[in-house]
């Protein structure tokens, strides 16, 4: 089936410094690729969708300077906070929709990767 | 727009008992319904899902029926287990103008106890 991987699965930062989540298709080409947030106890807030050669669309409210999004390959995305702070503390998650031979069957589904926990001191 | 709602957790069972998470959707489109599992500290995983009405999704002795006409997509399963505990989403996919924005229910968390 397919898998998406993340790095880190987990990090702490101090408060200024910037902080790269990588999320990888790693048996299939995801021309598109979503990235989520997610507070403790609640559901996923999608904060932009990441086309592989093009600019992100963000979500209303997410910042575009804060999350910084490249999806340079058809297999890698990578989000990073800049100048993290504690309120920036999460649980982020990418998901990645298959884009290949499967297109019918798998179009509307995405695979998620197991999430990268951020805690900024 | 689209939405999904599902009704609030936690949801306590003890093990083996039936288990109904309801869920149900707004959608402009003819969307695809999807349940995903959430472990604690891990990602989603997808459960099972349905592509068009009366589709009935199932896996791991979860199932969940498309019903077009109450617009729900309710899960069930005949008797839970203590590793069934976990939250669970529900979600759609509709393909307004061929693109694909998902939507997500908050989610229910599942506490199974011996």
């Known amino acids: 089936g397919a898998v998406v991987s993340q790095h880190p699965s987990w990090v702490i930062c101090k408060s200024g410094t910037s902080v790269k989540i990588e999320c990888r298709s790693l048996?299939?080409?995801?021309?598109?690729m979503f990235w989520y947030r997610q507070f403790p106890k609640q559901s996923l807030m999608l904060m932009a969708t990441?086309?592989?050669?093009?600019?992100?669309?963000?979500e209303q409210g997410v910042e575009k300077d804060k999350f910084l999004i490249n999806h340079a390959s058809l297999t890698l995305s990578t989000l990073t906070v800049t100048s993290a702070h504690p309120e920036d503390s999460s649980f982020y998650i990418c998901?990645?929709?298959?884009?290949?031979?499967?297109?019918?069957?798998?179009?509307?589904?995405?695979?998620f990767g197991p999430g990268t926990r951020l805690t900024v001191l | 727009g689209d939405s999904v709602t599902q009704m609030e957790g936690p949801v306590t069972l003890s093990e083996e008992a039936f288990l109904t998470i309801n869920c149900t959707y707004t959608?402009?489109?003819?969307?695809?319904l999807f349940w995903y599992v959430q472990y604690p500290g891990e990602g989603l995983q997808l459960l099972l899902k349905?592509?068009?009405?009366?589709d009935k999704g199932s896996n791991k002795g979860f199932e969940a029926t498309y019903r077009k006409e109450t617009t729900s997509f309710h899960l069930e399963k005949g008797s839970v287990q203590v590793s069934d505990s976990a939250v669970y989403f529900c979600?759609?996919?509709?393909?307004?103008?061929?693109?694909?924005?998902?939507?997500f229910g908050r989610g229910t968390s599942l506490i199974v106890h011996p």
């Open positions: 349905a592509t068009k009405a009366d």
């Open positions: 979600a759609l996919s509709d393909l307004p103008g061929g693109s694909y924005i998902p939507t």
């Open positions: 990441s086309n592989e050669g093009s600019k992100a669309t963000y």
């Open positions: 048996d299939f080409q995801a021309t598109t």
């Open positions: 959608a402009t489109g003819y969307p695809s």
């Open positions: 998901s990645a929709r298959d884009g290949g031979d499967r297109l019918t069957r798998a179009y509307n589904e995405q695979f």
